[in-house]
């Protein structure tokens, strides 16, 4: 919506990159092990510099390990679970949306009506109740945000498909002998990538979100290992006393949720085809 | 128009089925709902006794109608933690939860509604940029990190508001502000679309031409035309207000169903948070049809098609 | 008698390229004077511009419009406010798209009457009536989705008139109407012209409809007039080639069913392909060294017609 005006998407772009970069090589970049309990050296303030232990730039939580190194980790875990749910959700809802569009008919009516029940559950509750009936963890985490998400891809995949169904190069590739599958693929899943491709910049940011939010309610990722969410869920008990822990990690989550989001909305005045005639 | 009103219950009677269904498997998606029932500790004895009792070694079929004449009875269950009937439980914890639904949608809809009308007229300007910022830091902000923030500053250090529990209209302050950021930028992005839509119309023009000013154009007739969108967003972003309080009310300490529902988790309740599941969909459905019943009102089209 | 509307040079520029390039033209009351043109000759801009109500990348760079005697071009909104609806008002191409869908029709009527209700009422029925729209007391209450597309015109009509304005701007009225019902619309607009002394500036394409209802008009080519003058004369003839061309590719009942329709060969000239000279160059059959260089200036041929091409007398 900030149409020309947007500053700089290579800003953008480079500060997602410095995420992603960040997010793989954590293991060979974070100062400390996130792991690490050093109790004699709990709730230090950034800056603190510990002759045996070296220099804890971000300060130390409560069971006395490096924040920073906790908060690099949590970018591998907030990204990995952001792209995989996406893919999943992105896969199954345009596979869905595809049906839909083609066969219309009673498939296109049973898959919309799934579609509509499944979007009437807010998804942050069909989330954590899923989340708490299988247990939590990562390979939970990426199931349960991948189904309470597909139904977003398949409204969007259905209506384009639809639109584009009826093309007439569409009705003539069909006449000329095409296979359905292949006509799907060929023809119409490259028209509709783009709109496709919006949603899912967009709910990328909102399952970083999403993770977060389970992960500081206890139904993300488990202790020990780091999540942004369950820093600042430990570091909210604190927080009259050690602010950076929950200071550093919301500045990178709601960092890393901005660039995504204003990506979004440049790519959205690009490729949506609805937002191009305004 | 009673004809169209008529298919939209019908609709939501069926989407209200799906949603009934679908959290019946969901609870049997780890395959013995037993175990996310009994106390902690039981034995495999009393855990048998149970899932007898309960009925879940009744064939899936037997279960389901059980389960839903049960509920359609308006019976939610007793809770086997508390020794409580589930409604009464959810019963004292949605006031809570309405009232902050209610303070976040007051946040949400008086700053995002006039923001995206702002922005839509004076496209292009300093005053689109400056509340397109706003708009994207409402929509990246996690809810608990605005929480937690505004508790350091309006709490701890200015100490102007309580951090946490109810104590009336200044405990709902900070949390309304966390919890409606979000639908406060649906809502004006929303509004911004719509009203860019309704002013590149040439009734637009026509009414300019009459001598109406912009600002009289918009409030007659883009007002109207426009609000038809917004309304849909409105109805989704109460199911989201209703959901994202679960967040919300932890940090706050508040103590509605979204509280309720992580501390039946903990408690290993699972009746209860089936219910308040169930509960908030359906709140999201009426809200849709709401929705629809508003537009027939609004729309000559449809209030006066037959 | 003085000129309902004078315009004179008017000039208006989208990044710096005058789209509409130093056009004048005058109406006198009760009279209807058509502005003619292919799409993107700027007719449209110069009737948004006659109510001050241009596209905000559009800027007026030269010219003064004069209604009735008094320069608008320089006005603040607070008094144009006034001016639109009262003194100049303007009808569209899609009737039913310009006026509100959620609002009663006889509503949007009143609005430019700036009359109270309980007189208002009865003067928007009187003007319904007037512009022919049976059974007003019924119709007034209904809204733009329960009329026909011609009697949303007539709405609109009703809508520019009843404050009785100097002048009515009527973009291409008929264009998105049926045949039958566009000629009842220019019949309409012909006698309320007369009846009511207003003069109407009709924006259009369609020599048809210009033969049909104009007294005089106005050849617009790529922001230029190419010719100007009274219809009949203009139709009899014509001193521009465009207008030559034009007229030649109206259909007539009379020809050969399989006789081939004359088209104008290529096309106008983006405003960023304007040259120095004549801007129909690229189309005409005349163009010579003289026309590529320096562009024609509009000269009187006949008494009240004015052409603007260098080989005037090969078209006599």
């Known amino acids: ?278 | 128009m009673l004809r169209h009103i008529a298919g939209r219950v019908g609709q939501a009677v069926v989407t209200t089925f799906g949603v009934l269904t679908l959290v019946f498997f969901l609870m049997r998606l780890s395959g013995d709902p037993t175990l996310l029932l009994v106390p902690q500790g039981a034995s495999a004895h009393q855990i048998a006794i149970l899932r007898h009792q309960l009925g879940f070694d009744r064939p899936l079929i037997v279960q389901y109608v059980a389960y839903l004449r049960q509920l359609l009875q308006g019976n939610l269950g007793t809770s086997l933690v508390q020794r409580m009937p589930v409604a009464s439980i959810l019963g004292s914890r949605i006031p809570y939860t309405i009232e902050l639904a209610a303070g976040s949608l007051v946040v949400a809809v008086g700053i995002g509604i006039p923001a995206g009308v702002a922005m839509a007229v004076w496209r292009g300007s300093l005053v689109e940029r400056s509340l397109a910022a706003l708009v994207f830091a409402g929509q990246s902000m996690p809810t608990f990190w605005s929480g937690i923030l505004m508790i350091l500053l309006f709490g701890v250090v200015l100490g102007w508001l309580p951090t946490s529990g109810v104590a009336g209209l200044p405990s709902l302050i900070m949390p309304s502000i966390a919890l409606g950021a979000l639908s406060m930028a649906s809502f004006a992005r929303m509004t911004r679309i719509a009203v860019l839509d309704e002013l590149s119309r040439d009734y637009v023009a026509a009414a300019r031409a009459r001598g109406l000013s912009l600002g009289a154009a918009v409030a007659r007739h883009v007002a109207r035309n426009a609000a038809i969108p917004v309304v849909t967003v409105a109805a989704l972003e109460i199911g989201n207000l209703l959901a994202g309080a679960v967040i919300v009310e932890t940090v706050f300490a508040w103590p509605g169903i979204g509280q309720l529902a992580i501390q039946a988790i903990a408690a290993r309740d699972f009746l209860v948070v089936q219910a308040i599941v169930l509960f908030v969909s359906f709140v999201f459905i009426v809200m849709n049809l709401l929705a629809d019943v508003v537009y027939a009102v609004i729309d000559p089209r449809i209030r006066l098609s037959s | 008698m003085s000129a309902a509307l004078e315009v004179s040079d008017l000039r208006l520029a989208i990044g710096g390229v005058n789209v509409v390039d130093g056009i004048a033209f005058s109406v006198a009351p009760g009279e209807v004077m058509a502005l003619v043109g292919e799409s993107g000759c700027g007719k449209s801009l110069t009737a948004q511009a006659l109510l001050r109500l241009l596209p905000r990348q559009v800027r007026q760079t030269g010219g003064r419009i004069l209604l009735e005697g008094e320069d608008i071009t320089a006005l603040a909104e607070r008094r144009l406010r006034q001016i639109r609806g009262r003194r100049i008002s303007m009808i569209f191409q899609e009737p039913q798209a310009a006026l509100d869908p959620l609002s009663p029709v006889g509503a949007q009527v009143r609005e430019a009457s700036g009359l109270a209700s309980a007189a208002a009422r009865e003067a928007v029925r009187r003007m319904l009536a007037e512009v022919g729209i049976a059974d007003p007391d019924r119709r007034i209450d209904q809204y733009p989705f329960e009329l026909s597309g011609g009697m949303c015109q007539r709405v609109m009509i009703a809508s520019a008139l009843i404050s009785r304005p100097a002048v009515l701007v009527a973009d291409e009225p008929t264009t998105a109407l049926d045949v039958t019902i566009q000629a009842q619309i220019l019949d309409l607009l012909r006698r309320l012209a007369a009846e009511r002394g207003t003069a109407i500036v009709l924006i259009t394409h369609d020599m048809g409809v210009v033969a049909d209802i104009a007294e005089r008009v106005a050849v617009m080519y790529a922001g230029r007039i190419a010719e100007i003058g009274p219809t009949a004369a203009v139709f009899s003839r014509p001193r521009h080639p465009y207008t030559a061309l034009l007229l030649a590719a109206i259909p007539r009942l009379a020809d050969e069913p399989k006789s081939r329709l004359a088209v104008i060969e290529g096309s106008v000239p983006q405003p960023s392909e304007y040259g120095a000279g004549c801007r129909f160059v690229g189309r005409c059959p005349f163009a010579d060294a003289r026309c590529n260089a320096e562009p024609p200036p509009l000269l009187e041929t006949d008494e009240g017609h004015f052409s603007a091409c260098w080989h005037t007398e090969r078209l006599a």
């Open chain 1, 1 to 278: 919506m900030t149409g020309r005006f947007t500053p700089g998407i290579a800003a953008i772009l480079g500060l997602l990159a410095i995420y992603v970069f960040v997010a793989v090589l954590a293991p060979w970049i974070v100062p400390h092990n996130p792991l690490r309990q050093i109790l004699l050296l709990r709730l230090r303030p950034p800056l603190t510099y510990s002759p045996s232990a070296g220099w804890f730039l971000l300060g130390t939580d409560d069971v006395g390990r490096d924040l920073l190194s906790r908060v690099v980790d949590g970018a591998r875990a907030s990204l990995m679970v952001g792209a995989l749910s996406v893919s999943v959700s992105l896969l199954s809802g345009t596979v869905f949306g595809l049906l839909a569009g083609w066969f219309r008919g009673w498939i296109a009516i049973v898959v919309m009506r799934i579609v509509d029940i499944v979007l009437s559950i807010p998804a942050i509750l069909l989330a954590v109740l899923t989340v708490a009936v299988l247990g939590p963890s990562f390979a939970n985490l990426i199931l349960v945000l991948g189904l309470t998400r597909w139904p977003r891809y398949t409204r969007v995949a259905y209506a384009q498909t639809l639109q584009v169904a009826t093309l007439p190069y569409i009705r003539a590739a069909e006449m000329a002998g095409a296979h359905a599958p292949r006509i799907l693929l060929r023809h119409i899943l490259p028209n509709i990538a783009g709109p496709l491709m919006v949603v899912a910049t967009t709910e990328f940011g909102l399952m970083i979100l999403f993770e977060a939010g389970l992960s500081f309610l206890g139904l993300g990722i488990q202790p020990p290992y780091p999540s942004w969410g369950s820093i600042m869920s430990e570091g909210q008990n604190y927080v009259a006393s050690a602010w950076w822990m929950t200071v550093f990690p919301g500045i990178c989550l709601f960092g890393v949720v901005l660039c995504v989001n204003l990506l979004g909305d440049w790519l959205r005045d690009r490729l949506d085809p609805r937002a191009q005639s305004r």
